[in-house]
């Protein structure tokens, strides 16, 4: 079966670190860019961060930008995200997503989800 | 703050068509990025709807279509039913961000 499953989710103090992962099954994985996409309480999606399918290239939203990092394990068919200095406002489920090929960013939409797994930043 | 608005919320009575637009700016819908649609039902993770505009992947019924123009786009649907009740998300590209980029979204309601 073609899926992404998140997991790594959990409360954590403000200024702490989680690492996500996101395991993916059923498909070529690193003919695949993937993405973090990201939802507060009752918000609208934010996109994250993305890589490309070798993992060479990663690419970050502003608001992340140097606390947070991407990268794969094309052998393990798995993509992470290292959260560190979280903060309150990094409360969200945090959905696994996968573009629809190894395009550069300008082409991305996200084909396929996983269910996300919830990160909570409070004291 | 999004670089896409949507309007918060639209509804239509079972049978009606519903439209929901996608406004940006010349850095991105206007720039010539393609622009993507999301559904996302209570509780669950969003599905593709609409990708490049106006293509459907397979599933997804013709009832839903996808359009874009200068700085907007927008997404119709036509013969609204119940189960159509969920959020509705577009999605574009950057070029001033070099990001993704979704847009406010929109909640459905079939009265």
């Known amino acids: 079966e073609v899926q992404l499953l998140e997991s790594g989710g959990g409360l954590v103090q403000p200024g702490g670190s989680l690492r996500l992962s996101c395991a993916a099954s059923?498909?070529?994985?690193?003919?695949?860019?993937l993405s973090w996409v990201r939802q507060a309480p009752g918000q609208g999606l934010e996109w994250v961060s993305g890589?490309?399918?070798?993992?060479?290239?990663?690419y970050y939203a502003e608001s992340v930008k140097g606390r947070f990092t991407i990268s794969r394990d094309n052998s393990k068919n798995t993509v992470y995200l290292q959260m560190n200095s979280l903060r309150v406002e990094d409360t969200a489920i945090y959905y696994c997503?996968?573009?629809?090929?190894?395009?550069?960013?300008?082409?991305?939409?996200?084909?396929?989800w996983g269910r996300g797994t919830l990160v909570t930043a409070s004291s | 703050q999004s670089v896409l608005t949507q309007p918060s919320s639209v509804s239509g009575a079972p049978g009606q068509t519903v439209t929901i637009s996608c406004t940006g700016s010349?850095?991105?819908?206007?720039?010539?990025?393609?622009v993507h649609w999301y559904q996302q039902l209570p509780g669950t993770a969003p599905k593709l709807l609409i990708y490049r505009n106006t293509n459907r992947p397979s599933g997804v019924p013709d009832r839903f279509s996808g359009s874009r123009s200068g700085t907007s786009a927008s997404l119709a649907i036509t013969g609204l039913q119940a189960e159509d009740e969920a959020d509705f998300y577009c999605q574009s590209y950057d070029n001033n961000l070099i990001a993704s980029v979704f847009g406010t979204g929109t909640k459905v309601t079939v009265l």
């Open positions: 997503a996968r573009d629809d090929g190894d395009y550069a960013p300008r082409w991305w939409y996200f084909d396929l």
């Open positions: 890589l490309s399918g070798s993992g060479a290239s990663t």
């Open positions: 059923g498909f070529a994985f690193s003919s695949y860019a």
């Open positions: 010349s850095s991105n819908i206007g720039a010539g990025y393609d």
